[in-house]
C-alpha cells in the first residue's frame, strides 16, 4: 500500500513545487495556496485514474532526499525560517551531484561494472550511506537526517524498487542538485566579491533558498 | 489473452504506451512466468520489464509486477532470449539495455509466491552488444552470444566459469552478424546449435550452424530461409521435455514461422546423410 501513495504524494509535491517555482519567477503570481491546490490537483480523477497515477508511468521511484527538497520550497511561504539552512542545502547539492556522477554513467553503461547492482547488497550503498547519515549528524547537519529517513524508507519499502540507489538519489534530485550547487557557488563568489545586488542575484538567492 | 495494454494499465495502475517483447518460462515449482516489456515515453528504447504469474499452468495469471532494474527512471531494460534454470532455483534471464549505452546483462530471478525479486550482472558495458542467448555448458560453465552492433559485424561471445557472476571480455566467433539477433541451444550431445543470418550485411537468410565446443569450428547444417530483399529475423529456439526442439523466427517480417525438429535430424545434418529441410509449420 505504502508504494503506492508515495509515488503519488511525490508528484504531488513536484507540481505544489513547480507551482511555487513559477511563482517565484514571476514574483508573486498568485495566491500563497495555489502550490497546494497543484498538489490537490495530483488526486483529480483522469479517464478512471488519479492524474497522480498517469503520471506515475513515467516515474515511480523517488529518492528521499528529493522529498526533503520539494517539502523545503512548498513549505517556504508558511514557515518562519527555512526547512533547511544552507549548510544543509549544501550538503544535499553536493551529495546528489557526487552520487549521480558516480552512478548515472557507469549504470548507462560506462565501464564493465554496474555500480547500480550494488544497492542490491548488503551491506552495500546502504552501510555508506548510514555511515555518511552519522557522520552528518555528528556535525549538526540536518541532510544526516534525511540520509536516515531515506534507510527507514529502504526498510519499509515505500518506493517499487528495492534497490537501496534509489532511495537516495534519482535524475530530477540530480539535477537540482545541479543547479543548486551551482547557485550556491555562485552566491559564496559573489559573497566574497561585494558588490551592490543585482536582480539576478536575488532571483538565485530566492531559488536557492526555495522562497 | 495473457496481456494486453489495458490489461498491464490495470495492473500495473499508471500510464502506459504500449505493450511488447515478452518471454515465458516456468520454474522448478512449476510455476508459469511471463516477463514483459512495457512503454510509457518514447519508442523500445524506453521499455521497463513487468512479470506476470500463473499459479495453474497458464489457466489463471496473477496481477503484473513492475521490475525495477535501472536508475535511471527505471527505463531501457529490454527482454528477448530464453532463460536459463540454475541450480539455486533462481532463474537467469538475458536481458539488455539500450539507452545511451547499448549493453547486455544477466538479470537473476529469485521466484517466491506469485512475485519475483531480481538482482542483474553486467556482461559488458559500452555501446556495441546487445541481445544476449545464453547457453549453459556445465555447472559453472555458459557462453553468452551476443548481436554486434559495431561495423566488426561478426558475433561476438562471452564466456563465465563462476555460474554468471562475471563474464570475459566479448571476442569475435567466426560467423558474420548483419547486427540481428541470434539464438542458441545446448544440444544433449554437447554440441552447441545456433540459429543466425549468415551475411555481414543482410538478414535475407535464416541459416543453422553447430559447433563441439559452443566457439570453435562452426558447421552451417541448414538454410531454413532464403530469399533476396527480404528478411529472415529474431529467432528463438528452445527443446521440449520430448526432445523436440522448436525454433520460432520473423518471416518476412509478415508472420511468424515455426520449425521443429529433433536431435537425430541434426546429426543427420552434421555427418551429410540428410539432404532435407527440416519439418515446417509456418
Not at chain 2, 1 to 7: C, F, L
Not at chain 2, 23 to 51: C, E, H, I, M, P
Amino acid at each position: 500500500m505504502i508504494d503506492w501513495c508515495y509515488p503519488l504524494l511525490v508528484w504531488a509535491l513536484i507540481l505544489g513545487a513547480s507551482t511555487r517555482g513559477v511563482q517565484v519567477l514571476f514574483r508573486g503570481l498568485g495566491p500563497r495556496w495555489l502550490p497546494l491546490l497543484a498538489c490537490a490537483a495530483t488526486f483529480a480523477p483522469v479517464r478512471g485514474l488519479p492524474l497522480g497515477r498517469w503520471l506515475h508511468g513515467y516515474n515511480a521511484n523517488f529518492s528521499i532526499p528529493l522529498v526533503a527538497v520539494l517539502l523545503g520550497v512548498i513549505l517556504k511561504p508558511w514557515l518562519k525560517r527555512p526547512l533547511f539552512n544552507e549548510q544543509t542545502d549544501r550538503a544535499s547539492c553536493w551529495f546528489g551531484c557526487v552520487a549521480g556522477m558516480s552512478l548515472y554513467p557507469v549504470a548507462l553503461g560506462l565501464g564493465p561494472f554496474d555500480l547500480y547492482s550494488v544497492g542490491w547488497q548488503w551491506p552495500g550503498v546502504a552501510c555508506v550511506a548510514a555511515i555518511l547519515a552519522v557522520f552528518l549528524i555528528w556535525r549538526e547537519n540536518s541532510f544526516g537526517l534525511v540520509l536516515l529517513a531515506a534507510g527507514v524508507a529502504w526498510q519499509v519499502g515505500c518506493l517499487e524498487s528495492d534497490n537501496a540507489w534509489d532511495y537516495l538519489v534519482d535524475p530530477l534530485y540530480v539535477a537540482l542538485s545541479f543547479i543548486g550547487l551551482i547557485l550556491l557557488l555562485r552566491q559564496a563568489a559573489r559573497k566574497q566579491k561585494p558588490e551592490a545586488p543585482s536582480s539576478s542575484t536575488k532571483l538565485s538567492a530566492a531559488v536557492s533558498n526555495g522562497s | 489473452m495473457i496481456v494486453d495494454r489495458e490489461i498491464a494499465v490495470d495492473d500495473l495502475d499508471r500510464y502506459l504506451r504500449k505493450v511488447g517483447n515478452a518471454v515465458v518460462f516456468a520454474d522448478a515449482q512449476k510455476r508459469v512466468w511471463l516477463v514483459y516489456v512495457t512503454t510509457a515515453l518514447g519508442g523500445w528504447s524506453g521499455s521497463s520489464l513487468n512479470a506476470r504469474c500463473s499459479l495453474d499452468g497458464g489457466a489463471t495469471w496473477q496481477p503484473s509486477q513492475r521490475l525495477s532494474l535501472s536508475p535511471f527512471l527505471n527505463v531501457s531494460e529490454l527482454v528477448r532470449a530464453a532463460p536459463v534454470r540454475l541450480e539455486s532455483g533462481e532463474i537467469g534471464l538475458p536481458i539488455y539495455h539500450e539507452c545511451v549505452g547499448q549493453f547486455p546483462e544477466m538479470l537473476w530471478l529469485r521466484p517466491t509466491s506469485d512475485r519475483l525479486t531480481v538482482t542483474k550482472t553486467r556482461l559488458t558495458g559500452g555501446r556495441t552488444f546487445l541481445q544476449p542467448a545464453i547457453v549453459p555448458l556445465g555447472p559453472d560453465r555458459a557462453v553468452a552470444y551476443l548481436r554486434n552492433v559495431s561495423p566488426a559485424r561478426r558475433i561476438d561471445y562471452q564466456e563465465t566459469t563462476d555460474g554468471g557472476f562475471t563474464w570475459s571480455p566479448p571476442r569475435h566467433l567466426d560467423l558474420p552478424n548483419p547486427n540481428s539477433s541470434v539464438a542458441a541451444l545446448r544440444l544433449s550431445s554437447g554440441s552447441v546449435l545456433i540459429a543466425f543470418n549468415d551475411s555481414a550485411s543482410s538478414r535475407e537468410n535464416l541459416t543453422l550452424a553447430v559447433s563441439l565446443d559452443g566457439i570453435n569450428d562452426w558447421k552451417r547444417i541448414a538454410v531454413l530461409d532464403e530469399q533476396p530483399k527480404e528478411l529472415f529475423a529474431y529467432p528463438y529456439l528452445i527443446q521440449a521435455t520430448d526432445g523436440l526442439i522448436h525454433l520460432a523466427y520473423a518471416w518476412q517480417m509478415k508472420k511468424i514461422r515455426h520449425v521443429a525438429f529433433n536431435e537425430a535430424w541434426v546429426e543427420r545434418r552434421l555427418s551429410g546423410e540428410d539432404g532435407s529441410a527440416g519439418e515446417r509449420q509456418p
